[in-house]
């Protein structure tokens, strides 16, 4: 490909505006009601962050948030179905299902199916966690090693490490857990993180400290891509990992300390259908 061709071909494909400068603080002030609005202790009846406070001790949190958040796609009714479908099977202690998962407690997973996750590939998934439970003491341990050793790619380092653990899994789970390494948005990793990181929330529970909640990344879905880019939040169409970065770092600029917390306004603002008063449409 020529010098020239390439340049086109990198061009951005969109002529989105972004907010400026000036115009963050109107922003901002929009969108904080917006997320104590929806942030309330309501919003946990109909998502499955809500199965993270069914259990006392963190660490049962955090394997149930993470299966919650991998199983996340689709109608909301569905996935609190198949979810709590899923956490039945594992007992009343999750953490010790999956830290002591043998050969024998693959039966206890026959006819599970959610989309295209069926029963095998949640084995291999158990497997992974139970991996990383046992290798590092507890799965916060495993989140904390793979923080440590690389803070700027935490996602792609879990990645790795997660399937360096099961290297016979077949290739079909590795789409249940995306990467950035691949430029994908990483939504329901990022969702989980947010669960387990934010603390002071009435729906987060935030069941682990290794990282900062300044450091987490949104959660990037079509209602929140949307009205980011409505409010010049965000100027990339695609949502993939560019965007995640370049919305996250827009995000910063409201709030350096919880910039994810941006997520219940973006989301709520689709979900409700909220509108968007017409000085702060940048991209309408």
Not at 54 to 79: C, T
Not at 119 to 141: K, L, P, V
């Amino acid at each position: 490909m020529s010098g020239k061709n390439k340049i086109a071909a990198e061009a951005p494909s969109s002529s989105l505006l972004p907010v400026p400068e000036t115009q963050l603080t109107a922003v901002k002030q929009f969108l904080d009601p917006v997320v104590k609005e929806v942030e309330v202790p309501e919003y946990m009846n109909s998502d499955p962050v809500g199965f993270m406070h069914l259990y006392p001790h963190p660490e049962d949190q955090n394997i149930v948030g993470f299966i919650s958040a991998l199983l996340a796609w689709g109608r909301r009714d569905i996935i609190m179905a198949k979810i709590s479908d899923l956490l039945k099977r594992f007992g009343t202690n999750p953490a010790d299902f999956t830290g002591n998962f043998s050969e024998s407690d693959r039966k206890a997973l026959t006819g599970f199916k959610h989309r295209t996750c069926n029963a095998d590939d949640m084995y291999w998934i158990i497997r992974g966690i139970s991996n990383g439970q046992n290798t590092y003491g507890s799965f916060e341990n495993f989140w904390n090693q793979c923080y440590t050793r690389n803070p700027k790619n935490l996602l792609g380092e879990f990645h790795a490490r997660f399937f360096d653990s099961i290297p016979d899994c077949p290739q079909r789970v590795r789409k249940h857990l995306s990467t950035p390494d691949k430029n994908s948005s990483c939504k329901r990793l990022c969702l989980y993180l947010r669960w387990a990181i934010r603390k002071n929330s009435c729906v987060d529970p935030g069941s682990m400290s290794f990282m900062p909640a300044s450091e987490l990344m949104i959660p990037l879905d079509v209602h929140v891509s949307r009205y980011a880019r409505m409010l010049g939040l965000l100027t990339r169409r695609s949502n993939d990992w560019k965007a995640v970065t370049e919305l996250t770092g827009r995000l910063r600029m409201l709030d350096p300390e919880d910039p994810v917390k941006y997520d219940y306004a973006l989301f709520g603002l689709g979900i409700h259908q909220m509108r968007v008063p017409v000085e702060l449409q940048i991209n309408p």
